[in-house]
T-cell receptor, first 112, second 115 residues
Framework: DAGVIQSPRHEVTEMGQEVTLRCKPISGHNSLFWYRQTMMRGLELLIY????????DSGMPEDRFSAKMPNASFSTLKIQPSEPRDSAVYFC??????????FGPGTRLTVL | DQQVKQNSPSLSVQEGRISILNCDYTNSMFDYFLWYKKYPAEGPTFLISISSIKDKNEDGRFTVFLNKSAKHLSLHIVPSQPGDSAVYFCAASGASGGGADGLTFGKGTHLIIQP
């Protein structure tokens, strides 16, 4: 069975550019989560969706960050404009309500 | 302020011995606790969990203990094996099962199993 799929796996961009990270959750999972891992702050929740509806976006650091889930099988996390401090590994996870969260392999973002 | 704390960034244990990883939390609303294991360049993978109504959960070589009054949980791995070398994250949720709510993670403990 395919797990959570994230693309790209690595992204290098220059400050000021727009970055879009993509996630395909596990089929049948109706909750989707975006996390960010940095050395300073560890793994932190950015936003999550239930049934394609954003439930809690209090972890989104700034207005430069936005996330969408247009359908049950796809979500994007966009950063515009990107800054060097956005460099991190971004994880997507999916689940059903009573189950644990399954994580994707992550996208390593480097903003120069 | 960190709501979930793992105070040991790293831990070295000899193969065959017991590994004990500790985690403390501050939020009394947390109802469900999980341990995730992470290898380099991979996402975290679920290992074991415990509900706040229990004080122990066992799965093979892995046992999680919860002390609600002390707001403390620990993960015991016995016997430790070389493949257990990884970063272990403690996580907490306000929702049963951990799937319907975002997880709050500790910063992780890097476990190294020495042959």
């Amino acid at each position: 069975d395919a797990g959570v799929i994230q693309s790209p796996r690595h992204e290098v961009t220059e400050m000021g550019q727009e970055v879009t990270l993509r996630c395909k959750p596990i089929s049948g999972h109706n909750s989707l989560f975006w996390y960010r891992q940095t050395m300073m702050r560890g793994l932190e929740l950015l936003i999550y969706f239930n049934n394609n509806v954003p439930i809690d976006d209090s972890g989104m650091p700034e207005d430069r960050f936005s996330a969408k889930m247009p359908n049950a099988s796809f979500s994007t996390l966009k950063i515009q404009p990107s800054e060097p401090r956005d460099s991190a590994v971004y994880f997507c996870a999916s689940s059903t309500p009573a189950d644990t969260q399954y994580f994707g392999p992550g996208t390593r973002l480097t903003v120069l | 302020d960190q709501q979930v704390k793992q105070n040991s960034p790293s831990l070295s244990v000899q193969e065959g011995r017991i590994s004990i990883l500790n985690c403390d939390y501050t939020n009394s609303m947390f109802d469900y606790f999980l341990w995730y294991k992470k290898y380099p360049a991979e996402g975290p993978t679920f290992l074991i969990s415990i509900s706040s109504i229990k004080d122990k959960n066992e799965d093979g070589r892995f046992t999680v203990f919860l002390n609600k009054s002390a707001k403390h949980l620990s993960l015991h791995i016995v016997p430790s094996q070389p493949g257990d070398s990884a970063v272990y994250f403690c996580a907490a949720s306000g929702a049963s099962g951990g799937g319907a709510d975002g997880l709050t993670f500790g910063k992780g403990t890097h476990l190294i199993i020495q042959p």
